[in-house]
C-alpha cells in the first residue's frame, strides 16, 4: 500500500490500521498491568505528536490538532522515546506471556525505530517531513463522514490555523537538504496550495450550508492564510534553499542497517543482504528476457513492453480503466479461495490527491479498523499532471497498460493491501492494530502478483507473465538502488539508469523510482517480503503435511496483523529455528 508515511507523505500505498474511540477502548490489550499500561501511554503520546495519524486511526480526540514540528517539540519527543525505551526494555526481561511478549517487542523497536529517525537520522532536516503533512491532515477529516459535516468543517479550520506554524518550522528546521528532497517538496507544496485554494473551500462551503455562515467565515479567513504560507514556503525553497540543495540523501551503512532491524527485524550483514537482491534480479532479469521472447518474438524486451502498453488508458479514462479491473480479480480470489473476503464492500478508485503525488503511481487508504461510521476505502491511482508535456503524459500512462493494471490491483486490493486490512479487526492485541511493517504489508501484496498468476489469473497469457515480472522487476531494482544509494554512494542517475536497464522502465518513471529511494532508503521491503513469505509457506506446508491448503495458509497469516514474518514465523510454526530467506 502506498500509505501515508508517518510524518512524512504518501509514497507507495497507504495502509492505516488503527485502535477505536480511545487508545484503552480494545479489550484485547496486553494481559500485564506493566505492559498495558505501557501501551496506553505509548499511543497516547504518539499521536499527540503525530495527531493527523490519530484521525486515520480514528481516534478523533486529536482531529483539531496538527503536528507540530518546531525544534523544542522534537527535542521533548526524543526525550519521551528515550524514556520509553528505557520503560520498555525494563518490561521485556519481566515474564510475559507468548502474546504479551511479541507485543512487547514490537513496541521496542517502535521506539528504537523512531529513536533513529528523530535524533540520528534526523528526517526533520528534510522538507520532505513537512510537505504532505497540512494536505494529508485536512483531507482525512473531509473525505470519511465520521461526523456531521459542520462539525468536521470546525476541525478543518482548527488544523488549517496551524498550517502557517508548520511552515515557520519547515523554514527553519530544513539545513541543506538533498536537491532531490527539495526538488520533491516544491511540487508538493504547490499541490497542497491547489488543494486549499481550489477544492477545500468546494467542501467547505457544502459543509457549512446555508445554517453556518460563521463557520464558513471562519474557514475562509484561516485558509487564505494557509495558502499564503503554503505559496511563500514554496518560493522559499525555490529561490533559497533549492540553490543551497547540496546535502546528502544516504543514511550510511550502519543506520540503514539499524532500519531494517527496527523496523522490519530483518539483521543480515550488508553484504549478503546486497548479493541476495542482486540474485533476485539477475533472476527475474532473465525470466522477463525468455517471457518477452513469447510476446514479441524476434524483437527486443522493450519492443516486448511496447505490445503491453499499446494498451494503456487515456488520460480521461484512467480512473474507469482502474475501476473495472476491481470486479474481475476480487471474483477470481472469490472462486479459487485464494483467501476468505471478509466484505463485499469495494474500495472507491479516485485520483491520487495532489498533496500526495510524491512519485508513486497507486495507493490503497483505508479507515480506522474500529471506525463505525466512517467504512470508506479510497484507491489512489495517480493521474499525469495538467503541466506536463504530451509525451511525459504518454510515458506516465503507458505504466497503466491492462496487464499491468491488473497487477497493480492485485497488489493494491484483492487479495492484497485492502483484504489484509478487511481482516484488521481479526488482529489479535491493540498493539497489532496500530502497528504494522513494511516487509510485511508490502511483501504481501507482492507475493500476491506471483502468487496469483501461480493459481490461474490470467489463463496463462504470457503478456500477464510479463506484466508481473516487470512490476517484480521494479522491486528488485529498488531493493539494490536502496541500498546502493545509501551505502555506497550512488546518485540518482546511477539509479535510474538500474531501473531503465533491468526494470525495463520509461525514463520518466524510472527517475520517479529512483527520486524515491532518497527518501525511502529501505523500499527493499517488497522483494524482501516477498521471498520471506514464500519461505515461510514452503516451511508452513512441509509442517502440515497433508492437513495444509494455500487457502488456510493465507488466512492464518492475513490474521496476525502486519507484524514481522519473523515473528509471523513464531506465532504459526511453533518451535521453529529456520531462517527467514
Known sequence: MKHFLPA???????????CGKSVNSDPTAAGGSDLAGFVE???NAYYTFNPSEGTSAGLHEYDKQLEERNVNRIRARIAELQGEATEIAAIRKMP????????????DNRVQAELLDLDSIRVW???????GIAGNSVDLLMKRAFETPVVRLERVTSRIRMIPALMDAMRDNTLEPPKEHVDLAIKLLHGSASFFRDSVPVWARSA????NPQALTDFLTVNRKAVAALEVMARHLEDSVSMMGTGSYATGAEKFLQKLKYEEMVDLPLDKLLAIGEQRLAQDHQAFLDVAKQVAPGRSPKDAMAVLEANHPTEAGLMEFARNTLENVKKFVQEKKIVPVPSELLPKVEPTPPYARSGGFA???????????????????????????????????????????????????????????????????????????????????????????????????????????SEALVRDARYVAGIKLHTEGWTVDQATALFEEKAFMQHANAYEEARRGTYNPTYLYYTL?????????????????????????????????????????????????????
Open 41 to 43: 501511554k505509548y499511543f
Open 208 to 211: 457549512a450550508g446555508s445554517n
Open 96 to 107: 510475559l506471556k507468548p502474546q504479551d511478549a511479541i507485543d512487547a517487542e514490537l513496541l
Open 363 to 469: 495507493s490503497m487508504d483505508t479507515p480506522g479498523a474500529f471506525e463505525t461510521t466512517a467504512k470508506e476505502a479510497f484507491y489512489y491511482v495517480t493521474p499525469a499532471e495538467p503541466g506536463w508535456d504530451a509525451a511525459h503524459k504518454t510515458e506516465h500512462l503507458k505504466l497503466f497498460n491492462r496487464p499491468v493494471m491488473d497487477m497493480i490491483t492485485i497488489h493494491e486490493a484483492y487479495p492484497g493491501h485492502y483484504l489484509q486490512f478487511l481482516y484488521v479487526k481479526q488482529f489479535p492485541t491493540r498493539t497489532r492494530k496500530l502497528t504494522y511493517c513494511s516487509s510485511n504489508v508490502e511483501g504481501w501484496a507482492h507475493y500476491a502478483e506471483q502468487m496469483m498468476l501461480e493459481e490461474g489469473f490470467g489463463g496463462g497469457d504470457p503478456k500477464m507473465r510479463l506484466a508481473q515480472l
Open 8 to 18: 512524512l507523505l504518501i509514497a507507495s500505498t497507504v495502509w492505516l490500521v488503527s
Open 529 to 581: 517480503g516477498k521471498m520471506q513469505i514464500y519461505k515461510l509457506r514452503e516451511d508452513y506446508k512441509q509442517a502440515k503435511g497433508a492437513a495444509y491448503s494455500l487457502g488456510k495458509f493465507h488466512e492464518e497469516f492475513v490474521r496476525q496483523g502486519g507484524i514481522p514474518i519473523r515473528l509471523i514465523r513464531r506465532i504459526m510454526l511453533p518451535g521453529d529455528t529456520g531462517s527467514d530467506l
Open 125 to 131: 532536516r528534510s522538507p520532505l517531513h513537512y510537505a
